[in-house]
């Protein structure tokens, strides 16, 4: 297959390309090659968000600089268009996926929807086109799923009638065009001129480093990336616990250990969440089948998926502490979302714990300033609570006035699970105050 004419294409930006799935990745790439000058067509299931991103209007919440000014700028022009009908992709020359990959609760991958896509693709894929797979996917799966599924359905050959690579994203929500601009991408091509190729389609949004590589290297580095996240989260989380147990405060113990060359502990708390850290370590343990014994991985998503439990056993010391039946008690829960500052609430380790206290017949209100189900008034919201648990650290609670929190609360418990407040002003407001990785 020779790509020279779409390498054409694409240093003249005449070459179309289609974005499936216009999410957190999705959207904010098709709008960057717009802005570049590439004619972007956005493929999405849901038709009010193909409906709002049409008329200029960024259906993601939070905080995302730059992105509305951007889709509204691209979308005047015209460089892009979103539509619901696959039909429109016969035009496209290069293809992105960016479908969520989840695992389901045997932590096995569900390829839903990358199947569906990969079928839909196939029946107009063009001839010479390239597909591109942005979602993260367990090693092997360019080779194993997404190939032999667009060679069926599109009844064409890989490296002869299309081109087909991996290019996982690496971002976060609330820096979306940040990571994508700044952050380095592996290229993972089926072969070395595909991967070549992409490299010069993508160095026209990303300023980092471009790495060729094979496609199963490509998702072994993404996967892998956010395995050792996960491992080393659940290390700071098992010293909180560790910390809390002897009396001692694992902030300081952090501080301390950072200060030693080479050494970066990263920081515990009530718990992971979001699309990623969950759901990749299990992608990566995939890869392997039944070849390789699985240990660390399992050990750490335990210990992170504990964190919000362990949150609610600190709710109930404390109410201990009062004599306070937790039966008869109500909490509010700060954060609904997974990260900071985010709407995003998938695998929200709130969810986790507002659940846990709900089954242990504890009244649960939730405030969120990001989430739209739980946004208002935060001194109403926790007004007559026996407790606040700090999950999320949204910089809106920042200005929480602690006296007029502690006026409104039945008791006045607060438990940080972020390390957010500043202790001496929380005591000085007369809160009984408790945070993760802190002893008593």
Request: net charge negative; with cysteine; glycine share 8%.
């Amino acid at each position: 297959m020779n790509l020279t004419t779409l390498q054409e294409k694409i240093e003249q930006k005449t070459a179309v390309i289609g974005v499936i799935g216009l999410g957190y990745v999705g959207l904010p790439v098709a709008a960057m090659f717009a802005q570049k000058g590439f004619s972007v067509i956005g493929v999405d299931i849901k038709t009010e968000r193909v409906e709002m991103i049409n008329a200029g209007q960024n259906p993601i919440e939070g905080d995302e600089p730059g992105l509305a000014d951007l889709l509204a700028g691209v979308t005047s022009t015209g460089n892009l268009r979103a539509t619901a009908d696959y039909d429109t992709l016969a035009q496209a020359d290069i293809v992105l996926f960016d479908v969520e990959t989840p695992v389901d609760e045997s932590n096995q991958p569900r390829y839903h929807a990358l199947r569906a896509v990969c079928d839909s693709l196939g029946a107009v894929l063009s001839d010479g086109a390239m597909v591109i797979v942005e979602s993260t996917i367990a090693p092997g799966t360019i080779e194993g799923v997404v190939r032999p599924l667009l060679e069926k359905s599109s009844g064409k050959q890989v490296n002869d009638g299309f081109a087909l690579g991996a290019c996982p994203e690496r971002v976060m929500p609330g820096k979306l065009l940040l990571n994508l601009r700044t952050m380095s991408r592996v290229c993972g091509g089926s072969t070395e001129e595909t991967a070549v190729t992409m490299t010069q389609l993508y160095r026209h949004i990303v300023e980092g480093d471009l790495d060729t590589a094979d496609p199963i290297t490509a998702e072994l580095v993404k996967t892998t990336e956010n395995a050792y996240r996960d491992v080393q989260i659940a290390f700071a989380n098992e010293v909180a616990l560790i910390s809390e147990s002897v009396g001692a405060d694992v902030w300081r113990v952090r501080e301390l250990v950072n200060k030693s060359p080479y050494r970066q502990m990263h920081l515990p708390g009530a718990g992971v969440g979001g699309h990623c850290i969950p759901k990749d370590p299990w992608l990566l343990a995939h890869g392997a089948g039944d070849d390789v014994p699985i240990r660390l991985i399992p050990q750490s998503r335990a210990i992170n998926d504990g964190m919000p439990i362990h949150m609610a056993d600190m709710l109930t010391s404390a109410f201990n502490h009062f004599g306070i039946d937790p039966r008869s008690s109500k909490t509010a829960v700060l954060g609904y979302a997974y990260l900071a500052d985010s709407d995003d609430t998938r695998n929200s380790p709130s969810e986790t714990l507002v659940a846990h206290l709900r089954q242990e017949n504890i009244n649960v209100v939730i405030h969120d300033p990001w989430v739209a189900e739980y946004q208002g008034d935060l001194l109403t919201a926790v007004d007559g609570c026996d407790a606040v648990i700090l999950v999320v650290a949204h910089q809106a609670y920042k200005d929480l006035d602690l006296s007029a929190l502690r006026n409104s609360l039945h008791t006045p418990i607060l438990i940080d699970g972020r390390h957010f407040f500043d202790a001496a002003r929380v005591k000085e407001a007369g809160l009984y105050y408790r945070c993760v990785g802190q002893g008593a």
